[in-house]
């Protein structure tokens, strides 16, 4: 589930007003410009989860190893999302996106530092409680996909 964290670095994407043909190409010119900030956030964050998946699966070695791993990531998730924070858009499609992809990655925060609680009061309910709030992230990441892939339409 940390592929929710699709983030980025602080970027002055300008969007043009909605008014025209060469205003919908400068919107595209943003949408590309907040792509590229986001890229290198993003290699970061696929550090991330490679370190989160490597105590899952085969490598899982019991609850203690995942906590552990978590304790790791969350401080760094938690740098990622601040600097996702400072991103600055212009344009209601690129801000509505933005806005989407700072809910997602908040609810993915909430997540991990509920599985982290759930791990340290062996909670069954907490632990479904971070499930769901992790599955609520992914869909807010998909729907900010979609917000960017209509704004280059």
Do not use: W
């Not at 740098?79 to 690129?94: D, H, Q, S």
């Amino acid at each position: 589930m940390l592929a929710a964290l699709a983030l980025g670095l602080v970027a002055g994407c300008s969007a043009a007003d909605a008014s025209g043909k060469g205003d919908k190409a400068a919107t595209v010119r943003s949408v590309t410009a907040y792509d590229e900030a986001l890229e290198p956030l993003k290699k970061r964050s696929d550090v991330l989860e490679d370190r989160f998946a490597e105590v899952q699966a085969e490598g899982y070695s019991g609850p203690l190893t995942v906590r552990e791993a978590l304790a790791e990531i969350i401080p760094e998730f938690a740098t990622l999302l601040e600097e996702t924070r400072a991103i600055e858009v212009e344009g209601p499609e690129l801000e509505e996106a933005h806005d989407v992809l700072l809910a997602s990655l908040e609810r993915q925060q909430d997540g991990l530092e509920l599985a982290v609680s759930a791990l340290d009061e062996d909670n069954a309910a907490l632990m479904a409680e971070a499930g769901t709030a992790l599955k609520e992230a992914q869909r807010l990441l998909e729907e900010h996909r979609d917000l960017l892939a209509r704004a280059r339409a």
